[in-house]
């Protein structure tokens, strides 16, 4: 029996596609990798720190003034240096909510500098982690929680707060802006403005604990609660896997200090420990707030905010070294897996009355240009290096470039299990471990903000003071092409080689023939990857999306099908390559849906001419449908067979097409329905309409 109405309207999947047959894989990609031993997770996330403060990255081998993080050169000696990550957009909200979604800026519901608006209720890292068996634990800063729905604040009214985006347990600032006051517990008279002079709500799941934390500078109380949960989880489920995305809030702009040295030793005995008494919650709860300058910059002919910036980073780098020693003495390091990142480039505020930090002192931005809000290489390009002994030979360094949402993918596929459909990253297991090939991520990046780049010396004289305004970046045939207020939608891209040329000196726009058809190759593609939001409105929104090139003589008629057992959770990522078999004709293609399988269908649509194209589905399973890669329909995390429908201007041509369904073992009747509306008028998808390469199988 049909489940749906005005079924007649439609052809039963077969709208989609007059189909090559289906290939059955018993053990196969839905199933993901399946390591030996799934490993701990652990994201170790920092707030504003640059490319080149990492000593390994920068400050070991420069002239003049220089900070030291020793901790993070023994990791990156250890494990592997990612030389060319890229955060999703050059500020805070936007990148975290790419991390957690798996889902570049095209695609991510908190764009430019969207602070505290709800994380889109979809898969996060948690929630597919969670999946797979993990328990998960956020710690630190969070700013995704969303507005409250009613006057009372807290968790039952903050609608995207942590526990509702999949994390068993949150310890942290909830609020984007409690991050910029490190001492959560008391007032710093040295505040510029009352926001940053007085204490700060921190939750504890759904308890504001912040009364109970007097002198506890959130670094160090980040890493004792971290370094708790962890021995108290392996304590009592031993068997189970953690991820531990530990967010810390430093070293943002307040430039903190500690109220004494870093506890020596590290790890379980050793290092800041977790005390859980009212007025001295860690170890280092003692002394006087604010006041500890790390002795190796103390009696430097330094200002004193620099002495700041650099005891900052330097208690980052103790709390670094803590976690990985706790990992060693529990015996968990070989089969743990530990990622260091930072949100975005490096900052120029401070918090503190009179004062004025420039990254210019350590040139926190390495050999390139911008900061924070800058899309140039030094405002995106963040310091990122992982460590899991038993997988990552020491010593390795990628210079592949690759972005947040790419980790989605990576923990899925360590931790057994498929990748999300609906997620814009791959996995860059080969990348960590020198084994296997290497996916190509797709680096993409659009974000809109006042102000100009800073007239630093070290920058770029046509750089220094130019205005940021809409900017849009991606990376494309080996090249970087950038290009900041954006006035014109068909304004030309600069483009650099940013490998031999981390400085952009060399705009290679306009220099050849080759670089005039990338120009016009990256202005399509930017309009192919990504889809409009009207809370950050883009000057190339009212855009047609952009066909393909390829001859219809190159190509068949119909999709190419083919089905993989082994029902999940959500929709996977399948290949879309493949596919043989027999056909199947439009009055069986129904029933023949396999149950507790995906099936995937690839191939290109032909668009009859320019113009709106509404696309609506509907199936008694789940399902996610891509257009050149971007997200068209998403029918997966909380679908309930409603009909869902996208409208978007398409150029005539051909568009590429994947279709992924996901049907439960359960479903007796099993069905999926698209058709699309054109110039007003709802149909079917015609079989004339779908074809594929002739060169796949």
Not at 520 to 535: I, T, W, Y
Request: glycine share 10%; net charge negative; with cysteine.
């Amino acid at each position: 029996m049909n489940r749906f109405a005005n079924h007649s309207r439609s052809l039963s999947l077969l709208l989609l596609f007059s189909l090559f047959g289906a290939v059955l894989l018993v053990d196969g990609e839905a199933q993901g990798t399946k390591p030996a031993a799934r490993p701990n997770i652990i994201f170790f996330f920092v707030d504003d720190m640059g490319w080149g403060d990492l000593g390994t990255n920068f400050q070991n081998g420069k002239e003049g003034k220089k900070h030291r993080t020793p901790e993070l050169d023994r990791m990156a000696q250890e494990g592997v240096r990612m030389l060319r990550h890229y955060c999703p957009a050059p500020v805070c909200a936007p990148s975290r909510s790419s991390l957690l979604s798996g889902l570049h800026q095209g695609h991510a519901n908190v764009r430019d500098n969207q602070f505290d608006k709800a994380l889109a209720d979809n898969h996060t890292l948690a929630t597919v982690l969670s999946g797979a068996g993990y328990r998960s634990v956020l710690v630190g800063k969070y700013g995704l929680q969303g507005a409250p729905t009613a006057q009372a604040e807290g968790p039952a009214n903050w609608p995207a707060y942590p526990t509702k985006r999949g994390f068993s347990e949150f310890f942290g600032y909830v609020r984007h802006r409690d991050g910029h006051q490190h001492y959560p517990g008391n007032s710093w008279p040295l505040g510029d403005s009352d926001a940053h002079r007085t204490p700060k709500e921190l939750w504890h799941n759904d308890a504001e604990v912040s009364a109970k934390l007097d002198k506890c500078l959130t670094t160090d109380l980040f890493t004792a609660f971290a370094k708790k949960w962890i021995v108290d989880h392996r304590a009592a489920t031993p068997d189970q896997p953690f991820f531990m995305y530990l967010a810390h809030d430093t070293p943002h702009g307040a430039l903190q200090l500690a109220t004494g040295p870093y506890p020596e030793g590290g790890g379980l005995n050793g290092g800041v420990q977790w005390l859980g008494e009212d007025g001295k919650m860690i170890n280092t709860a003692s002394g006087e707030v604010d006041s500890y300058i790390h002795p190796d910059y103390g009696g430097q002919e330094w200002s004193n905010v620099e002495k700041r910036f650099a005891s900052s980073v330097r208690r980052i780098d103790n709390s670094l070294g803590d976690i990985l020693q706790l990992l060693r003495d529990l015996g968990i390091a070989e089969n743990t897996l530990v990622v260091f990142s930072s949100d975005n480039g490096p900052h120029n505020e401070s918090y503190i009355t009179g004062a004025q930090h420039s990254p210019t002192s350590f040139k926190s931005y390495g050999p390139m240009d911008g900061i924070k809000r800058d899309v140039w290489e030094g405002g995106i390009r963040v310091p990122t290096q992982a460590w899991w002994p038993s997988a990552i030979p020491a010593g390795l360094e990628d210079r592949r470039p690759s972005q947040f949402h790419d980790w989605m993918a990576t923990f899925a596929d360590v931790a057994g299990v498929p990748v999300p459909a609906l997620s814009d990253g791959v996995s860059l297991v080969p990348q960590l471990t020198g084994k296997g090939t290497p996916g190509d991520s797709t680096v993409y990046i659009e974000y809109g903000v006042g102000g100009a780049t800073p007239k630093y010396a070290d920058f770029a004289p046509v750089r220094q003071g130019s205005k940021r305004g809409q900017s849009q970046v991606l990376f494309l045939d080996g090249y970087k092409g950038v290009r900041q207020n954006i006035a014109d939608p068909e304004q030309d891209f600069e483009i650099y080689e940013v490998d031999a040329d981390p400085g952009e000196r060399n705009n290679l726009a306009g220099t050849s023939p080759k670089f005039e058809q990338l120009n016009q190759k990256l202005k399509k593609r930017v309009l192919q990857l990504r889809r409009v939001d009207a809370s950050a409105k883009r000057p190339y929104d009212g855009l047609s999306v952009p066909a393909v090139d390829v001859a219809e003589s190159d190509l068949v008629p119909g999709l190419r099908w083919r089905s993989v057992k082994g029902n999940t959770q959500w929709v996977p990522k399948l290949a879309g390559d493949g596919g043989s078999g027999e056909s199947l004709e439009s009055a069986t293609l129904a029933t023949k849906l396999p149950v507790g399988a995906t099936s995937v269908w690839h191939g290109f649509l032909k668009v009859p001419s320019d113009g709106e194209y509404t696309f609506h589905l509907r199936t008694t399973g789940k399902s996610v449908v891509k257009i050149h890669q971007a997200i068209l329909i998403d029918a997966d995390f909380g679908y309930g067979g409603e009909e869902r429908s996208t409208t978007l201007p398409l150029k005539a041509g051909f568009h590429p097409v994947t279709v992924t369904v996901t049907i439960p073992a359960e479903d007796l009747n099993p069905e999926m329905i698209m058709d699309w509306t054109a110039n007003g008028t709802r149909s079917s998808i015609p079989a004339t309409a779908l074809f594929s390469k002739t060169t796949q199988r």
